[in-house]
């Protein structure tokens, strides 16, 4: 079983459109929760931290739920400039900040 | 703030050469460098972690005798891809910790193997 699973997607939604990404994780001692960006051949970029209390930033919506090793990013009102592939990451327990990333939701969004 | 750089963008060499790539954390101190791998479609991986002045941790699966990694310094991580293969060939990525918590990453260096 990997380490972070995501949806398989990709999801295909147009503008306006809410769309909900899904994630679990195996380890429960995982500490710190993340959803990355990465655009076709580039780095990831850090979209925002997932916090256990549910966090917003803008049109993106962060939840966690422990208890179940679930983690959901919700974006709000996609535009074109979002289409991206959307990575689920978690710190693997030691120490060093490791971080474990899912294979990636991809998101596409048209007109 | 917080620029990570990593040299060459891209690379192409032959079956059984040697490749270097450098990874510097351009306006900070990097105690802690990890260098991932990730092939077409697929997620990134964690190789290795190296921390300035000491030997690096592989994780499982990845030869530390193929793959050799130095952090010299606490700006510079270097990887060398040995005797490399056209299976090696692959979108290889670098990030530096400031021991804060932020991890920040390099814009990647495509290795293609001939």
């Known amino acids: 079983r990997k380490e972070v699973e995501q949806d398989p997607g990709p999801f295909n939604v147009p503008e306006g459109a809410t769309v909900a990404f899904n994630c679990t994780y195996s380890n429960s001692a995982s500490q710190s929760f993340f959803w990355y960006r990465q655009d076709c051949r580039k780095e990831p970029k850090l979209l925002m931290s997932?916090?256990?209390s549910g966090n917003e930033d803008g049109r993106f919506t962060a939840q966690l739920n422990r208890a179940s090793q679930y983690i959901s990013l919700l974006i709000r009102d996609s535009k074109l400039s979002d289409s991206a592939t959307y990575l689920c990451v978690v710190n693997r327990d030691g120490g060093y900040n490791k971080l474990i990333f899912g294979a990636g939701t991809r998101l596409a969004v048209h007109p | 703030g917080a620029v990570v750089s990593q040299h060459p963008s891209r690379v192409i060499c032959k079956s059984g050469t040697s490749v270097k790539i450098e990874c510097r954390s351009l306006d900070f101190q990097a105690t802690t460098m990890f260098w991932y791998r990730q092939f077409p479609k697929q997620s990134l991986m964690l190789m290795a972690t190296?921390?300035?002045?000491?030997?690096?941790?592989?994780e499982q699966g990845v030869e530390k005798d193929k793959f050799l990694i130095n952090h010299a310094s606490l700006t510079l991580s270097t990887l060398t891809v040995t005797s490399a293969h056209p299976e090696d060939s692959s979108f290889y990525i670098c990030?530096?910790?400031?021991?804060?918590?932020?991890?920040?990453f390099g814009p990647g260096t495509r290795l293609t193997v001939t």
């Open positions: 190296s921390n300035e002045g000491s030997k690096a941790t592989y």
């Open positions: 990030s530096a910790s400031d021991g804060g918590g932020g991890q920040y």
């Open positions: 997932v916090y256990s």
